[in-house]
């Protein structure tokens, strides 16, 4: 480590998961989810089946709200619940929450009204609903939280990079608690018209044309869109342990890079997530050789799994610790991607069970980990890396481990 | 005024923008503090009577608007 890092450290505050709630295809809820991970996978596009926003919101409010939006509230609220409620100063207590595309389905419908109706006729609430930040500002506006409220936009680690944000925040001193997480909601067709999230994620040719999510598979053709939100309420550990909380895990550190390559490919050989997973290890203050568990970003694209692949076999020796990648499962689900996988990470963490990596068949001779695969996998809970990468290349890790007065 | 099958129209706009009951879209009430409309709500609302009347309102037009008795005196008013 070097000298700043270790400065850094002494100075720094422990940061505790208190509660986790999620929306997924596979399961709402923290028990549905981690079930569902470990059955097999949905088919298709994986959308969440019966979300009723009813549930968390009056119908009136449920109108004005971008489903995206309605699952960050929805998450938030499971958590906080999870978490026996919020215990902080208001002005103490932020949320960081990201989003991908945000408000994309409540964009496509207004275009509509705009194209056939004219601009008279467009939504006074289309910007309010549409924008990245609607989430986490009705996360904020619900639960009266007057710290900082962002919203992070990186595309696909925007889940990431939110809950590295909070963790600092907390870490840093400026807040005691943090709602954060992600979410998003762009694969559904409106008012008849086919999706056009999908649309564009189908031209962009990053999506499977199998329609199966097989990462780091030989067969592997794309990723699976998907939707869903994940949060989790983060508390400085002191004040989580003298209030009796329920403490599931410690955020021991995080990182962020950016490849400066392309908008879309991953630089040759990972060398942004090489530098990213490197990071976070020295911001945990951890050696290689103490990570017991990587869930990786693992999207089933040809070349994000080899590139990934590549990366964990440059930090952590051939094959490395057992890799998963929910994504099987999940699809990909963008900004919602990585809270869901840090929700992963703390409930393997709790179960002391690794999920499988569904949809692995015959793995890439070309990859070189150990890839847990064929139903969930006992393991001694120690540190965990979970990675994102997103377009734009960014790149964002964390690391995870279990909780330790 | 004009006649029930009029006013059921302007109700039941007010019902499907602002999801109150039918029964308290009555004359008297006001708008921000008996159906708990804000600035953004009304002007969904009044959108959605210039479309099922075929009338255009002119934003100028809605100074002093409060109740649902003036709405419909504006919306009547252009019939």
């Keep these: ?405 | 005024m004009a006649d029930d099958a009029t006013f059921d129209k302007f109700r039941s706009c007010a019902v499907e923008v602002l999801q109150v009951p039918a029964d308290k879209v009555i004359p008297e009430a006001s708008f921000s503090g008996d159906l708990d409309a804000d600035s953004l709500d009304l002007v969904e609302f009044v959108m959605a009577l210039e479309e099922a009347f075929e009338i255009t309102v002119d934003e100028s037009e809605l100074q002093g608007v409060e109740t649902v008795g003036q709405a419909y005196e504006l919306v009547t008013s252009k019939l």
């Excluded at chain 1, 002494?10 to 997924?24: C, Q, Y």
């Excluded at chain 1, 999908?198 to 499977?208: D, L, P, R, Y």
């Excluded at chain 1, 996988?341 to 703390?346: C, D, G, H, K």
Aim: net charge negative; hydrophobic share 45%.
């Design chain 1, 1 to 405: 480590m070097t000298l700043a890092a270790e400065h850094a450290h002494r100075r720094r505050r422990r940061v505790a998961v208190t509660g986790i709630g999620v929306v997924s295809c596979c399961g709402t809820g923290k028990d549905a989810f981690f079930d569902g991970l470990c059955a097999p996978a949905p088919q298709g596009i994986r959308r969440v089946p019966d979300f009723d926003p009813t549930a968390w919101f009056d119908p009136k409010v449920a109108r004005q709200t971008d489903r995206f939006a309605q699952f960050s509230v929805a998450a938030a609220a499971m958590a906080i619940e999870d978490a026996g409620g919020l215990h902080a100063d208001p002005l103490r207590a932020g949320v960081i929450f990201g989003t991908g595309v945000g408000g994309l389905e409540t964009l496509q419908e207004q275009l509509g009204v705009l194209i056939a109706k004219g601009a008279r006729r467009v939504s006074p609430r289309l910007v309010p609903m549409m924008m990245a930040n609607a989430g986490a500002a009705a996360i904020s506006m619900r639960w009266e939280l007057r710290g900082p409220c962002e919203t992070v936009v990186t595309a696909c680690a925007a889940g990431t990079h939110s809950i590295g944000n909070a963790f600092r925040l907390i870490a840093d001193g400026r807040c005691d608690l943090v709602i954060t997480g992600g979410a998003e909601a762009a694969i559904n067709d409106v008012g008849g018209q086919p999706s056009i999230g999908v649309a564009a994620f189908t031209n962009m040719t990053a999506m499977s044309t199998s329609g199966i999510s097989r990462p780091f598979d030989v067969r592997r053709d794309g990723f699976v869109i998907a939707e869903g939100g994940a949060a989790l309420v983060l508390e400085e550990y002191e004040r989580a342990e003298a209030r009796g909380a329920h403490i599931y895990a410690e955020v021991l550190g995080a990182a962020s890079t950016a490849d400066a390559y392309h908008i879309t490919a991953p630089a040759p050989g990972g060398s942004g997530a090489i530098a990213c997973m490197e990071l976070a290890l020295e911001d945990a203050g951890l050696a290689p050789g103490q990570i017991t568990h990587i869930n990786g970003h693992g999207t089933s694209t040809p070349l994000n799994d080899l590139a990934e692949a590549e990366a964990i076999n440059k930090v952590f020796g051939n094959p490395g610790p057992p890799v998963t990648s929910i994504k099987g499962v999940t699809g990909h689900s963008l900004a919602a991607a990585g809270a869901l996988e840090a929700v992963a990470v703390i409930l393997s963490l709790e179960r002391q069970l690794i999920p499988p990596t569904d949809g692995l068949d015959q793995l890439d001779p070309e990859i070189h980990l150990d890839v847990v695969t064929g139903g969930p996998r006992p393991f001694s809970p120690g540190p965990v890396l979970s990675n994102s990468f997103g377009f734009g290349g960014h790149n964002g890790c964390l690391v995870i481990g279990p909780a330790s007065p």
